[in-house]
């Protein structure tokens, strides 16, 4: 499926600009709508639609690295770790200002992925794919060992923050300041896709060195989307660690990193949608698969390869596929 | 042409994702109805959680066997005060963020009375955490780390501390042995043990002559057992958990190696003896929370093999047995399930389990909320079981301290 | 000196036994250039059902051998049939099968942890545990049948591949499957067939390690990484590649655990892949095949 002329219409279009405020006050609705039922003060689906939150800023960034430009991460679980570390390290341990702390531990994960990117992205696909798993790999093996992570047992004592003498400490506030981000997350996933980067990483995917000789430069934009969805995800990890108030390993390792890519798999790899949607299905049914035992992973499994076999393109293609004909440049 | 497609577009993409708003608040909402169906105030409710998958699913089992086995005696009985229990179990994969979630759960949405969990210490300081906040009392079944429950008040931990733990260790160590090293898991539990140890040793005057790590889930430890037996330690402190403790005695024993291995109850899981076999017999001691000569651990025992055809492997079962049995005894004094007066219950409690040496009670005192280091007892793996060490061994181990 | 031969000699056991998963990841991989997640967990596989049919069930050895050789193949052909070949003839991208490919590795992995239960379990050496000691140093008869075995396996794979028939066709389908397929080779027969292989060899090789420490339904996905690492190391889809690849991972490994840190030797075996692949993202021998392995 081919979606490169659909964005390239998007972006010139003079209605793009309605379109994106459209999508974003859509998201906005949807998380006010969630956000409804949380009003009645049950604290667990509180919990369950921060992690919704949080899955979909992660799955929202991994979708424009995977869907958007055919680059695949396995280390996305290790960017997310470091900005939480970042995060805690600066804001619960030095007092640092909360949102300084939180775009720090966002630099630090780009750092990271740019560094350990300009090598790894001259390679392509599957070998990125491995390259990005052994970061995984030995990133958790420091965030069990070193000495400022506390090792395995992790940081305790973490607070949810003050923002301009709001409190956050609720969990319902904090939600709030979640689903605000993953709102401007998602509205900057648009800007990224429909921007001439955007198009240059979809021409990427679809033909690397026909990208090349048309005057793209391969290597660069890749190592910036490598860095930019890093960074989101380090954004994520901070969010996360506030919102657990405590970090450890455990949060941070390779199952994470394919949970994210399920999320965006089963959602729908080519829009930030798609990726949202995956998220919250993701999260809904991993809740209710909780009693299930190992049983659950049987489950993902067999989703995974039901999904790749048969809906390549996500759950959201279903609409896609009911409304054809009469929306046929409907391109999200 | 393309504007009018841009516009129906726009309004597809509105009518989208209303549709999927709509669809998701149902859901939870669904949830939220659902789970909260059919709320009797008559049955007890207690939330268990515990990890139920992956390489350490037998954890979880063993909460979970140990728990329904006390459940089923006290329901049997005609509950407590004629009111039943009913238990409301979760998997949490010993993952911290799915904690987080289960103990929202169970306290928003099931409101349990009381919550038994903590197969990890990562998950257990996340539903102390929960329950501290949401005033509900919480069992911590097996997580020993000394922070789960340090400046607590609803927090209550039915083993002892891994401090507790190692510093038996190294006492006994230190008065029998010289040359010790030590070892540990990569897992908080592992890390925790093997600072407890050093600060202990450190106390004591003592330096080690190795600290290596042995990952649970390696292949093999030849690499890490060639630098301990280069140091020539005639007894390896090992604050591991897991298969690791067999691999690594199977590979001591590949070069002609044999230390005494010695550590907390954490050494004695579930398929030690089955993958440890000969290496394993005498060589390996641990404190645990089981002595074959209590009263209370035999009838435990056989009601155990009972109900589920096989013996208690591991003194993690009496532990979680324990939990609940302590639980109930507070609920009964507490005259009810009032949440506070179940916690001042808990406080002052004095119960003669099926975990721990015979003639101890546990208790949680005020500063540390979890069962004193009293309730030790040493055991070791002979004729392909756990037992007690025989105590005339206890007074003189060197005897077995095989060839450094 | 003794104790570095010892380690030298326990770590070419291990190195030997992932050379052979990289082996059988370059089998699937050189046909077809689908990188197979799963072969990790056929590792396991093998490694179980050795514990299942000689330790437990009392079966003899060679019997044990050729049922579970026989089994993964049907394991590898299972999945070529229901997984990966539905995206080939889609051709789906490699990292969309790749992908797939996790969801049969998870597939295999709960199934068997659901069917042969989730503890470790205990494999039986053929030869016993005691130690053969040659000039002082104690070596363990399994580390002979892990060598052994591995050098029978490559001696026949290279008669297989450079001496029949069989062999000229995959490598032909190997070097062009379009042109393959115009010349009359069956490439999807011969996907099939590189799969069914790729199953027998990594359950071989669980077969092998395990009784060198214990068998668990766990550690597909470690050997799945030793295996990727060892062949990358070597060069994807180079056979000799495979060979060195295992051993250099092997010994790396258990040298930096016993000479810099048992902490930290992991991480540094995961830096290690990282440089391969910064320094010489072919591998060792896999530079002839640089543009069909996807270095811009």
């Not at chain 2, 002052?348 to 003639?359: E, M, V």
């Not at chain 3, 490598?171 to 999807?188: C, E």
């Not at chain 3, 092997?250 to 075996?269: D, P």
């Amino acid at each position: 499926m081919n979606v490169q002329p659909q964005a390239t219409a998007a972006a010139k279009s003079p209605r793009n600009g309605s379109r994106l405020r459209t999508n974003a006050l859509a998201l906005a609705g949807a998380f006010a709508v969630i956000a409804l039922p949380l009003l009645s003060g049950n604290g667990y689906i509180i919990q369950v639609a921060s992690l919704a939150a949080i899955g979909a800023i992660m799955a929202v960034s991994l979708g424009i690295l995977y869907g958007h430009s055919g680059q695949l991460s396995f280390a996305h679980a290790a960017f997310y770790g470091v900005g939480a570390y970042t995060a805690v390290v600066l804001h619960t341990q030095h007092g640092v200002n909360f949102i300084v702390s939180l775009f720090a531990g966002a630099a630090l994960s780009g750092l990271v992925a740019f560094v350990v990117g300009l090598p790894t992205l001259r390679l392509r696909g599957n070998y990125l794919a491995i390259a990005t798993m052994a970061l995984q790999l030995g990133i958790s093996e420091v965030f069990v060992n070193a000495k400022i992570t506390g090792g395995s047992v992790g940081i305790l004592g973490i607070v949810r923050p003050t923002i301009a003498g709001f409190s956050f400490e609720s969990p319902f506030a904090y939600y709030v300041l979640l689903a605000l981000a993953a709102v401007l997350v998602f509205m900057l996933a648009h800007y990224i896709v429909h921007s001439r980067a955007g198009r240059g990483l979809a021409a990427i995917r679809e033909d690397e060195t026909a990208a090349g000789v048309i005057g793209v430069d391969v290597i660069w934009y890749k190592v910036s989307i490598f860095t930019i969805t890093a960074m989101i995800a380090g954004l994520a990890g901070g969010l996360f660690a506030y919102q657990l108030e405590y970090v450890s390993p455990e949060s941070f390792n390779l199952d994470w990193s394919i949970a994210v890519l399920s999320m965006v798999i089963i959602g729908g790899k080519r829009s930030a949608i798609g990726a949202v949607v995956g998220a919250v299905i993701v999260t809904i049914v991993t809740q209710l698969l909780f009693s299930v035992g190992d049983l659950q992973f049987l489950v993902y499994g067999v989703w995974i390869i039901v999904i790749m076999l048969f809906l390549p393109e996500g759950l959201v293609s279903i609409w896609g596929m009911v409304r054809r004909g009469a929306t046929s440049e409907v391109g999200l | 042409m393309r504007t009018q497609a841009i516009d129906q577009a726009a309004a597809t993409v509105r009518r989208r994702l209303s549709v999927i708003a709509i669809g998701v608040a149902t859901v939870l909402l669904l949830g939220a109805g659902w789970g909260s169906r059919g709320r009797d105030t008559q049955p007890i409710r207690i939330g268990l959680a515990g990890g139920l998958t992956g390489s350490q699913s037998f954890l979880g089992q063993a909460q979970q066997e140990g728990v329904m086995l006390a459940v089923d005696q006290i329901n049997a009985k005609g509950g407590i005060a004629g009111r039943r229990i009913d238990v409301v179990s979760e998997d949490d994969q010993f993952d911290p963020s799915r904690a987080a979630a289960i103990a929202q759960r169970l306290i928003s949405q099931d409101h349990v009375d009381a919550i038994i969990a903590g197969t990890n210490t990562g998950t257990a300081l996340v539903y102390a955490k929960a329950c501290e906040a949401a005033k509900v009392p919480l069992i911590v079944s097996f997580a020993s780390d000394n922070r789960i429950t340090q400046g607590k008040q609803w927090t209550f931990a039915v083993d002892t501390g891994v401090k507790e733990d190692m510093q038996a260790v190294v006492a006994f160590a230190k008065q029998h042995f010289q040359r010790v090293a030590v070892t540990y898991d990569d897992d908080a539990y592992g890390q925790a043990a093997r600072d407890f140890t050093l600060a202990e040793l450190k106390s004591l005057n003592m330096t080690p002559l190795a600290v290596v790590a042995m990952p649970d889930g390696s292949l093999d430890y030849g690499p890490q057992i060639a630098r301990l037996q280069s140091t020539g330690a005639q007894i390896v402190v090992a604050g591991d958990g897991g298969s690791n403790v067999a691999q690594m005695a199977k590979n001591m024993v590949q070069v002609g190696y044999e230390p005494l291995v010695m550590g907390p109850a954490s050494l004695a899981f579930v398929s030690m003896i089955d993958i440890g076999g000969a290496a394993v017999e005498h060589k390996v001691w641990f404190t645990d929370s089981i002595d074959s000569s209590n009263p209370a651990f035999v009838t435990f025992a056989k009601a155990f093999g009972a109900k589920y055809h096989q013996n208690p492997q591991t003194g993690f079962e009496p532990l979680a047995y324990d939990s609940m049995g302590i639980l109930a005894k507070a609920i009964k004094q507490a005259g009810g399930v009032d949440k506070s007066a179940v916690q001042q219950a808990l406080t002052n409690i004095h119960y003669a389990g099926a975990s721990g040496k015979a003639g101890t009670e546990i208790s949680f005192p005020a500063a540390t909320h979890r069962r004193p280091g009293a309730g030790i007892n040493w055991r070791w793996v002979t004729n392909g079981k756990f037992e007690n060490v025989p105590a005339n061994l206890l007074a003189n181990p060197t005897a077995l301290a095989g060839k450094p | 000196m003794v104790s570095f031969v010892e380690v030298v000699i326990a770590a070419a056991s291990f190195g030997a036994a992932f050379a052979l998963l990289a082996l059988s990841i370059n089998v699937i991989y050189s046909t077809s250039t689908v990188l197979n997640f799963a072969q990790g967990e056929f590792m396991m596989l093998g490694g179980m059902l050795g514990w299942a049919l000689y330790s437990a069930m009392g079966l003899p050895y060679w019997l044990a051998v050729v049922l579970i050789a026989g089994g993964m193949g049907l394991v590898g052909l299972a999945e070529y049939v229901l997984v990966v070949r539905p995206l080939l003839l889609r051709r789906a991208a490699d990292i969309a099968i790749m992908i797939a490919t996790f969801g049969a590795a998870y597939v295999i992995r709960t199934a068997t942890a659901l069917g042969m239960g989730r503890v470790e379990r205990p494999a039986k050496p053929p030869l016993g545990q005691t130690p053969f000691v040659i000039g002082g140093v104690p070596i363990l008869p399994q580390s002979f049948v892990v060598i052994g075995i591995t050098c029978a396996v490559l001696i026949l794979a290279w008669w297989l591949y450079s001496r029949t028939t069989l062999g000229l066709a995959l490598r032909a389908a190997a070097f062009d499957p379009d042109g393959a397929q115009l010349v009359g080779i069956n490439v999807d027969r011969l996907n099939a067939l590189t799969f069914a292989g790729g199953g027998l060899l990594a359950g071989i090789a669980g077969l092998l390690i395990s009784p060198l420490s214990y068998a668990s339904p766990w550690f597909g996905i470690t050997f799945a990484i030793s295996g990727f690492a060892a062949a990358i190391i070597g060069g994807l889809g180079s056979w000799p590649g495979a060979v060195v690849g295992g051993i250099i991972l092997g010994l790396a490994n258990a040298l930096m655990l016993r000479y810099v840190s048992g902490q930290w030797g992991t991480f540094a075996t995961f830096i290690l892949i990282l440089l391969v692949l910064y320094i010489r993202p072919t591998g060792i021998f896999g530079e002839r095949n640089a543009a069909k392995f996807g270095t811009v």
